[in-house]
């Protein structure tokens, strides 16, 4: 799993993929900017990840993040995989 933490809610998702022992690397970025899309091609191109969680919105921050480039970097640099792709989201 690759983990995408910019705050809080990225960082319990790590913590409870620790607790649960799920294998997962940690992209983690400062709480004040988005998630870092050229760190994520890096990763995404050196591994294969069944499953990508990312934070929507940090509230702790009021980052909003990318989340549509987010799923066409995956579909890019993962053809034939079909990850998913895991949010916790704002609403309008």
Request: charged share 15%; net charge negative; proline share 5%.
């Amino acid at each position: 799993m690759l983990v995408l933490s910019g705050g809080a809610y990225g960082e319990r998702i790590a913590k409870i993929c620790s607790c649960l022992s799920v294998p997962h690397d940690v992209l983690r970025n400062p709480e004040n900017s988005i998630i870092d899309l050229d760190e994520i091609v890096s990763a995404l191109s050196n591994n294969k990840y069944s499953n990508v969680a990312a934070v929507h919105s940090e509230t702790s921050s009021g980052v909003i993040n990318p989340v549509v480039e987010l799923g066409q970097l995956i579909k890019q640099h993962q053809p034939g995989e079909q990850p998913n792709l895991g949010f916790v989201f704002a609403r309008d």
